[in-house]
């Protein structure tokens, strides 16, 4: 009897390392999408397709509707990873510690955990997101290092050919600190009023992304601006300190630094913009033709029957 117990479990040991294994496959490890070397399951596809809705904020009762373009999506993101590590460009865990402070004191990591729980998502999950998401960034820009510049007579020609769009409305250029709590808020504006520089309170204590560039927002217009914001800066003298106001994104301190008239802008004053906009132009070209290649070099497999077992939502 004890003989025959051996039996069966070496015989079942041994299916672990033939082709019978796949009878102990779970659903979820069964491959779904191979690109490259690069073998996507079910399980790993589903929460893909979690990830990529949460960003686009697709709801899960649209997701069936949209599955074909979401799928051909996910596809390039792997096909884009796939090249990378075929090229040896990968992200070291010292560049996304350096991404996860940065993110956490943007938002504090209480804010930030509180934002994730709200999204269903699991910090951990987060973070192996958010690598992907800096190693896709670090490969398009590699591969982009081949897009030429923008030259002075591309610029010029379409300063020329489009007047229309360089009329510019009142605009102001703005130093702002913004702070989750009203009564912390409230403490940094009474520094300010006696005298505090508000650069380097922005730098410290100012949760918004321009706090890195001492609290400078660059020119807006007011039909830029929510209009909680824009009632506030549009009649606030130069120089002068606004009180706490509250909006969407926490509490903010407002300093007008200057203001601009209407006008025509001036080609020296519309270059930046202009060699920007083209410069995206030829980027948006460059991304559809080299995707276009990597499909054409890298093999993808699509299990079509299996896709269709997809549980989604």
């Not at 009564?183 to 520089?197: N, S």
């Not at 003298?237 to 209407?262: D, N, Q």
């Not at 990597?294 to 093999?299: E, F, G, N, Q």
Request: hydrophobic share 40%; with cysteine.
């Amino acid at each position: 009897m004890v003989l025959k117990r051996l039996y069966y479990c070496l015989i079942a040991f041994l299916f672990s390392f033939t082709g019978c294994g796949d009878l102990f496959e779970r659903p979820e490890e069964k491959t779904v999408i191979t690109v490259g070397k690069r073998e996507i399951s079910i399980g790993e596809l589903n929460q893909d397709i979690k990830r990529f809705t949460s960003e686009m904020g697709i709801t899960d009762q649209s997701v069936e509707q949209i599955l074909e373009p979401l799928v051909n999506r996910i596809v390039d993101h792997y096909l884009i990873l796939e090249y990378g590590r075929e090229r040896g460009i990968f992200i070291s865990e010292e560049d996304l510690d350096a991404a996860v402070r940065k993110m956490e004191r943007d938002y504090s990591e209480q804010d930030l955990r509180k934002i994730l729980l709200h999204g269903y998502i699991d910090y951990e999950d987060w973070k192996v997101g958010l690598k992907e998401h800096l190693l896709v960034k670090k490969i398009v820009a590699k591969a982009s290092e081949s897009i030429p510049p923008v030259s002075h007579q591309e610029i010029k020609l379409y300063f020329n050919s489009h007047p229309d769009e360089f009329r510019r409305p009142i605009m102001v250029k703005f130093l702002q600190i913004v702070i989750g709590d009203k009564t912390e808020a409230e403490k940094i504006w009474r520094r300010l009023k006696q005298g505090e520089d508000m650069g380097q309170l922005a730098g410290k204590y100012s949760i918004t992304p321009e706090a890195d560039h001492g609290g400078e927002v660059g020119w807006v217009a007011e039909e830029h601006l929510e209009a909680s914001m824009s009632k506030v800066i549009f009649t606030l003298p130069i120089g002068k300190i606004s009180p706490v106001v509250k909006t969407v994104h926490g509490f903010h301190i407002f300093k007008v630094i200057s203001k601009r008239p209407a006008g025509i802008q001036s080609l020296p004053e519309a270059i930046t913009e202009i060699e920007s906009k083209l410069f995206y132009q030829k980027e948006a070209q460059f991304y559809k033709k080299w995707l276009s290649e990597l499909k054409d070099t890298i093999p993808v497999e699509i299990n079509a029957d299996l896709l269709k077992t997809l549980e989604l939502g």
